[in-house]
């Protein structure tokens, strides 16, 4: 199997997880308002119990059978005989293992209940046998398809059950009926089941295996003791309370707050068979951070109305412990994930070792609890030590200061959360301030190949992309001879995920990017959670309207630096009356590189960040634009977005109308824009429609040979970053007419065209009058602009983007 159909079926059966575990989920949500308090009691309880050992008998077997698939080809002996071997252990090991749930079970429960969970304990010890044929044949889509359809049929019978009257047993005992139909689903695939026990039949090294009996009982080991951790406080509860409402009112709360620990689960089902690969362990706690800790701040800060439709009248009290069920969850999730790893290090007695100090923290924990300040709290606390040791213990990369640090700030905003209704804004603050501890480990020591991760908004193949675009792949193009690089940039309609001159582009966002604003709100609210999904030594952050940066140091979690194209959400304020500029200020000051285009905006940048360490690095003209000629022309030139705000052509159709009867040619406008019509509109309340020319699009040599030939190129613009049309002008030989603003003023100097005082209308018209109407000035500028614009080599500028690259990884490493 190739890795990207491999990807494709972990994503599967991780999909099929998920859907499973919220409908247990709302199942048992279900039965909270149809069962009485002391059933519900019994049901949660058993259901725990039951969830559990399907963990345990889904992962001991189809893990062991995922390594030897991995070992051994289709029809190989090696592999007739793991796949013997699983059946072995689930009819021997599931009479063991019935027996022993049924006798916590007796603890609390009727004997109906009990012999409903040793029954449903059986089943689904044997169905763990159906899961590991399917993943030794890899046939994925089957097994997702069966593990919904074992949860459907359990939660039907379950409802049938409960309102024939037959209450908790009879919730409980439609797990078997479920897990018979995953049973004879999986055998049914090319008669397994028959091969397998005819395999077992007459290979009677099968059942002598040691290795694999080791290895087994090593994950069963880790998998039941790790069942038992994540359940101790729901199963103690009624023990200690007593079966009553006070037990059912936590039970009901900590499912609820285990939606952290659901997530796990289906990580761990995903992650497993490529663990212990170098950064798998850390994009599966990178991942979990990024979905678990949102989760858990909603849980958290919720207040108990906005719970109420979950909850019955008779168990509301759970909403109170909720907060901490829900911390406990998250811990819960973690001790799942360390759990996980030690068992693909194969390190079985560590994993038991920490696993037992984990279950006597959970125990005092609720033990103390009931005694103190409750169970919910008493619970929380042991389970977040037990994932503190976990973590310790299996080097899982999830910071134990930024959990606890999360844990303070879910508190504090769920006790703010109860006297006041912004609890929306302090969930999302939470969910903002989560990402920031979900943050992945630093990279291991730059080597001379980086994973570079460019976040660049705009597709250079969008019709109408500017200059920032350009530089971004012109500089990336270049570096891609020695580095890895993917550019996440907007979707837009015809987009398509290609690789272009080395460099990888792929297009993320929420929306099909159909107008302009969704496409760049679409790509800011995806690009903190999607970035995520990519290996990457360093995170290059492009500056894009309207608010500049979006934070990127904030949830990266790894190297990242600036890339300033755009700083100008001041004037976007103006325009629409937002305050971008606040947004643009917090952004520059979350980062401590960065690097600009111009020694203006350097200037600016270090106003508004003392701390940042900012580089300039110019943009460069393309080879291409020296070799380009074509024969002087008459008209002025525009190229570049038809845009009014930025860009100035309001200013520029006025100055031109205001002499237009002594140019000697047309304007001409090459773009593509929002303002065309108003441009259009422009040209006619001027009386200059006929003399106005609208081009459309235009690349490449088309774009070079327009510069060459024109009379003057005008670059109208109220405010710029760079000036990039200007240098490419300049490189094909044509002066240019500017307003005297920072940035153009570096490259527009006196000997390659005209500044003129900013936004001057009338002294912008004479300027071009004079210019286009002196041809041997323009030779003259064009020559001078030639010999300027050779000064910035794409090669020569890549080469210093590169050092700056390294310095910031090298940087974050020894700091």
Known sequence: MSEPDLARAGLLVAGATVVVSLVSYAYGIVLAHWLPGAEYAVFASGQTLLLLAGTAASAAVPWALAKAVRAHPAGTVERRRAMAHALAVGVLGSVPAALVVAAVTAVYAPFDAVAAVAAAVAAIVLSGCAVGWLQGEQRFSRLAALRVAEVVTRVGVGAAAVGLGFGA???????????????????AARSAGLRAWSDLSWQRGVVRDRERWAETAGLSAVQALLGVVTATDIVLAPVIAGVGPDAAVYQLAAALGRVPLFVAAALAVVAFPRLPSRGVARDMASTYGWLAFPATAVLVTAPPQVLSWLVPAHLSNAT???????????????VTLAATVLQAQEAYRRAVGVLGTALGLMAAGTVLGWYTW??????????????????RTAHLSVPLTSLVTAVVAGTVLWQVSRWTPGWIAATILLGLFSLRMARSPKPAAPGPRLRVLHLGFE????????????????????????????????????????????????????GSGRTHLGRIAGYALALPFVSRRYAADLVVEDFFAPVSSIGA???????????????????KSRQYRLPFFLVERVGVRTHRKLVTVSDGIAKRLRGMNAAAEVSVVA??????????????????????????????????????????????????????????RRLRALAVEHGVERRVRFLGWVSGVAKYRLYAAARVVAVPSRFETFGMVALEAAACGSPVVAFDIDCLREVVPATAGVLVPAFDT?????????????????ERLGWSGRHLARAYSWDRLAVDQDRVYRAAVRDWQEG
């Open 553 to 571: 140091p904030l949830w990266t979690g790894r190297p990242t630096l600036g890339v300033v194209q755009w700083l100008n959400a001041r004037e």
């Open 459 to 510: 597709d250079p193949a969008l019709p109408g992309s500017g200059g920032g675009a350009v530089r971004t792949h012109e500089m990336n193009r270049r570096l891609a001879r020695d580095h890895d690089i993917t550019v996440l940039t907007t979707r837009w309609p015809g987009c398509v995920d290609r690789v272009q001159d080395g460099v990888r582009y792929e297009h993320v966002g929420i």
């Open 320 to 334: 109170t412990l909720l907060p901490f069920t829900a911390l406990a969850g998250l811990g819960l999730g973690l």
């Open 619 to 676: 943009n460069g003209v393309d080879a291409a634009a020296f070799d380009v000629r074509a024969p002087r022309g008459e008209d002025v030139v525009f190229v570049g977005r038809l845009e009014i705000a930025q860009k100035g052509l309001d200013l520029l159709i006025s100055a031109f109308a205001a002499h237009a009867d002594r140019m000697p040619g047309d304007l001409v406008l090459a773009g593509t824009g929002p303002d065309e």
């Open 374 to 391: 409750g169970i919910a709290v008493g619970v929380c606390l042991g389970a977040l030590l037990a994932a503190g040791v976990l973590i």
């Open 169 to 187: 047993a009879g919730a409980l005992g439609a797990f078997v009926v479920g897990s018979v139909v995953l049973l004879a689903g999986g055998l």
């Open 762 to 778: 009338a002294g912008y018209g004479r300027a071009l009058v004079d210019l286009a109407t002196d041809p041997v000035r323009v």
